[in-house]
């Protein structure tokens, strides 16, 4: 499987994007699909993940209440909403596949990512 993220851009401080996981050559219905943030000059953090059957798991307590990931199998995509954005948020975002059972935080756990998108939050 090959995945594609989009949806990023220059926003203010306290508005929304939602950002697109769009598989191909294969089915994303198959994977549990994870979201990682990666800021200037840090490492690859775990924002929120889905199970292939649709289920969230715990999200990153920076993203509790504020971003909602949800999957649309018929479009081969995975979303992450994003609202109340803070310049926290500012970095690239990934999308990639864990082929465990469960989808777990660590970025090591995953495989086949694919380009970011980058989203910046002026304040």
């Known amino acids: 499987v090959q995945l594609q993220a989009s949806g990023g851009g220059s926003v203010q401080a306290g508005d929304s994007l939602r950002l697109s996981c769009v598989a191909s050559?294969?089915?994303?219905?198959?994977?549990?699909i994870g979201w990682f943030h990666q800021a200037p000059g840090k490492g690859r953090k775990f924002v929120a993940a889905i199970t292939l059957s649709g289920r969230p798991t715990p999200y990153a307590d920076s993203a509790e209440g504020r971003f909602t990931i949800s999957r649309d199998n018929a479009k081969n995509t995975v979303y992450l909403q994003m609202n109340t954005l803070n310049s926290e948020d500012t970095g690239d975002y990934y999308c990639g596949v864990d082929l465990g059972e469960y989808p777990r935080r660590n970025s090591r756990e995953y495989v086949y990512w694919g380009p970011g998108t980058q989203v910046t939050v002026s304040s």
């Open positions: 050559e294969s089915a994303i219905s198959a994977y549990n």
